[in-house]
């Protein structure tokens, strides 16, 4: 990396967050799960809007690309930075409350806070802000706004673009916007705003964002279903829907292998059911504390159960039971690290397709290797299918991992031929270029023009999403 640039970031930033030492590097720049390793000539760590954009345009001056990273916990590659001659620009220390609103009910906030923090801010200030994801101790809400991050709150509240009102932005020349809005209502021409939501780190850098808060519930009562079929369970949200005003928070259907894996891997977790082929995680929120609401919520299970669309049912009757159902769902992702190769696939489809979707998906890969252990969970009342493989036991890792290519290409296949989308949460980074390529043709010219009209230089996040 050339000297000179790394002495003016160092002016900038000051030495002590610059780093250049190759061990201490490594935390930005392998992710999650250890599929990406890259390379940096530096990880800067600004603490103010204002270094954020003298970093720019010196990056801008000298052809610099910026690989934008908040808590590292992306899982398409889109924050790792793969040259030498990058600069990974952590926004981590870009971490402060700016303003609580209780009458606009709103919440602005820097771009590197964590989501957990976020929460724990809205919470203290009896509000709530409803995104959760299981990653939320370390992503922060400018990685969730630039990957428009789902979770398991998107059936209510919906996903990030709903939960924006306005942004603060870096442009690649190092222009300062400010669209930190609490308008609901403003149609001025694009939505700038709206643009940058999704974009991965490609347009340029979101520094603080003006959020939606809620009401905080004043009781959360959760469950666990036993269900037949994803069809069943299809149709069990759209009865809880239909019967009662209470709101439906979270609906969350996980197969066997699922719960088995977590039962076996992660200590101090319990089931409710120890046999069965599916279950759901139900949650509704109210604004009311009432013995009535939960009467309510157990004559409508009592009557699923009658028309045959529950098998049972568990309520949870402390908050440690709830927390302990909530592990269940939240551990999935950690548990199958610990059964070998996996290989991951997060799809949408219309919710009319999910059962097909699962079925079909399941038989493709019985036939492509035998025996392979499907991982199936997801945030159903979205559509949203995260479609995980293990491999079969006792069988080579490495001959698994071979046939990862051929398996997401299936799986793809369809996907798109149910009307669904190749990546429903997780973004495109480097992982789903391919799939962008292949199915989005028309769109991707399109964005390729907006790409080249706001980062002349390609020099934010390039390669990423799009090759220009
Ligand atoms: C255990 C686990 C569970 C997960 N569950 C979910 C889930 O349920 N739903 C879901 O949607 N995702 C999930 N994810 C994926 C991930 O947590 C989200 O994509 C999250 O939004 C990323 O936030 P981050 O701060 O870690 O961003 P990073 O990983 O650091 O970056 C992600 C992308 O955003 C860009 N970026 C980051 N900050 C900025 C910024 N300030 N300005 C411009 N660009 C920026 C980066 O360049 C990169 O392209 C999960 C991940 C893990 C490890």
């Known amino acids: ?22 061990s201490e590097m490594s935390k930005y720049l392998i992710e999650w799960r250890g599929v990406y390793t890259g390379k940096a000539g ?10 954020v954009s003298k970093i720019l345009k010196i990056a801008y001056s000298t052809n610099t690309p910026i690989i934008s990273q908040g808590g590292n916990t992306g899982l398409v590659g889109g924050q790792i930075s793969f040259d030498d001659n990058h600069i990974v620009l952590n926004l981590t220390r870009l971490n402060k409350v700016r303003e609580i609103n209780t009458l ?8 590197g806070l964590t989501l957990l923090e976020l929460q724990n801010v809205c919470k203290k200030n009896n509000t709530l802000f409803p995104l959760s994801l299981a990653s939320e101790g370390t992503c922060t809400i400018g990685g969730n706004i630039s990957t ?18 306005g942004l603060e932005i870096v442009t690649p020349e190092g222009k300062i916007i400010n669209t930190l809005s609490t308008l609901i209502k403003d149609n001025t021409g694009y939505s700038l705003k709206d643009l940058f939501i ?11 964002a003006t959020l939606k808060v809620f009401p905080l519930p004043k009781e959360k009562y959760t469950g666990i279903l036993k269900v037949k079929s994803p069809q069943k369970s299809i149709k069990v949200l759209r009865f809880i829907q239909e019967n009662i005003s209470t709101p439906l928070t979270a609906f969350e259907l996980m197969n066997k292998f699922s719960i088995n894996f977590v039962k ?60 302990e159902m909530w592990k269940l769902r939240e551990s999935i992702s950690e548990a199958q690290k610990a059964e070998g190769g996996s290989i991951k696939n997060d799809i949408s489809v219309p919710i009319k397709f999910i059962d097909k979707f699962i079925r079909t ?9 035998p025996n392979s252990r499907c991982v199936i969970f997801g945030h159903i009342g979205d559509g949203n299918i995260h479609f995980n493989i293990s491999q079969p036991i006792k069988f ?33 980074g480097v992982a789903r270029k391919a799939d962008l390529k292949r199915y989005k043709k028309d769109e991707l010219i399109i964005m390729k023009g907006i790409k080249e009209s706001m980062d002349r230089k390609n020099i934010m996040n390039p390669g990423k999403i799009i090759d220009c």
């Not at 606009?104 to 771009?111: A, F, L």
């Open 1 to 22: 990396m050339d000297k000179e640039i790394l002495n003016k970031l160092i002016r900038v930033v000051g030495s002590d967050n610059i780093i250049l030492n190759k």
């Open 42 to 51: 530096a990880i800067i760590k600004p603490k103010s809007t204002k270094e």
């Open 104 to 111: 606009d009910k709103s919440i602005t906030v820097e771009s």
């Open 148 to 165: 428009n991050a789902g979770g398991v709150g998107v059936l209510y509240y919906g996903n990030t673009r709903n939960l924006v009102l």
């Open 198 to 208: 999704g974009s991965e780190g490609t347009l340029g850098v979101i520094t603080a």
């Open 264 to 323: 076996k891997n992660i200590p101090g977790t319990v089931s409710p059911f120890n046999d069965f082929k599916w279950i759901i995680l139900i949650e509704f929120s109210s604004l009311e504390s009432s013995n009535e609401e939960e009467e309510k919520i157990q004559n409508l299970l009592g009557k699923l159960i009658k028309t045959d669309l529950v098998e049972d049912a568990v309520i949870a009757g402390s908050i440690r039971q709830s927390n």
């Open 361 to 369: 998906a399941i038989s493709i890969i019985n036939k492509i290797i």
């Open 396 to 428: 080579n890792k490495k001959d698994f991992l071979k046939k990862e290519g051929i398996i997401r290409r299936e799986i793809v296949k369809l996907t798109m031929k149910l009307e669904g989308s190749f990546s429903a949460e997780h973004g495109v």
